[in-house]
């Protein structure tokens, strides 16, 4: 009997002591899997942290090589001016960079794409202005130009509106009797240095849709002063509504010529072309050349993508000044 109970008791001893040594062992377990999660979260993080200094070192790098675009977009201009007279689409300075090979950031290799665009080929909403008062004959151009893309009238009303009010005129007030704006003409004093500086910044105006601002983009353009469209590089949409009475069609055939290489001489000659003797040819705002120009470069390395637009003036003396530099699309 005695012998039975030992037996009996050193089997719960032995069943006590294995229960024991199976939690510890699963307490272990535990710890080593909570260890390994806690080493994959720090690998984790510090993969992502690594990725992140390599790419704000790109990113770094990206900026000084679009500088560097910005140099040589400046130095182009200047060679352009002293060869031509005329600013006319077809001039090396339009010539786009597509893909040229920039060398290895990180390691990585790089790509540099870039372009010149004329502002002075597209409606200076600037010129809704005069002297702090809306200038009739620019906002009835503006108008027409709204029609012809198919903009609504109310967004085309918002938005000159806006421009109008943005640039401390008011709404309703007739333009400076008997004013008529010359080219380089900065208006009030201050004026020039009031937002919106692009197109884009338009959206901040109640009302005014991105779909209305995205498809008058590449028709307008926001510059620090009133300026000439230069007929030698404007679209047939922005000729034909400078000139009133000028139908889209007979626009288009003109620039059709003049893509062929009939460049436009003069504002005399543009006129003349016109065949509209009924037309005032001095209050046309039409010109053949351009002192104002955006630059657009963007640098892909990898999955990253640096993007820098410039606008500049070329006063065709000496090397064109950058007025304002904006990274992003």
Known sequence: MLRHRTAVLQRRVCQRLVGQQGMAVIAVLLIVAAIAVLAASLLGRQAMIIRSLQGEQIRSQARWLLRGEVGRAQLLLRDEARRDVLTRAGGAWSLPVLGRPAGQLAGIPAWISSEIIDEQGKF?????????????????????????????????????????LALGGTPGEAPAAGRRVEEGDVGRPGVAGLRPRVVEDL????????????????????????????????????????????????????????????????????????????????????????????????????????VLRALMHDDKQSLPRVLWLREGA
């Not at 601002?213 to 028709?219: C, E, G, S």
């Not at 230069?230 to 047939?236: D, G, I, L």
């Not at 955006?294 to 990898?302: D, P, S």
Request: net charge positive.
């Open 124 to 164: 200076n909403l600037r010129n809704l202005v005069v002297q702090g008062a809306p200038a009739a004959a620019e906002l009835a151009a503006f108008s027409r130009l709204c029609e012809l893309l198919g903009v609504e009238a109310e967004q085309a009303a918002l938005i000159s509106r806006g421009v109008v």
């Open 203 to 306: 959206l901040a105006v109640p009302g005014v849709e991105p779909a209305s601002l995205a498809r008058l983009k590449p028709y307008v353009t926001m510059l620090p002063q009133p300026t000439w469209v230069n007929a030698n590089t404007a679209r047939a949409e922005v000729i034909a509504a400078q000139v009133p009475g000028l139908p889209l069609e007979r626009a288009q055939a003109l620039l059709q010529a003049r893509d062929r290489g009939q460049w436009f001489l003069s504002q005399g000659d543009f006129a003349h072309r016109l065949q509209m003797p009924e037309l005032d040819s001095s209050q046309v705002r039409l010109g053949v050349n351009s002192r104002w120009f955006q630059f657009a470069a963007a640098v892909e390395v990898g999955r990253t993508k640096v």
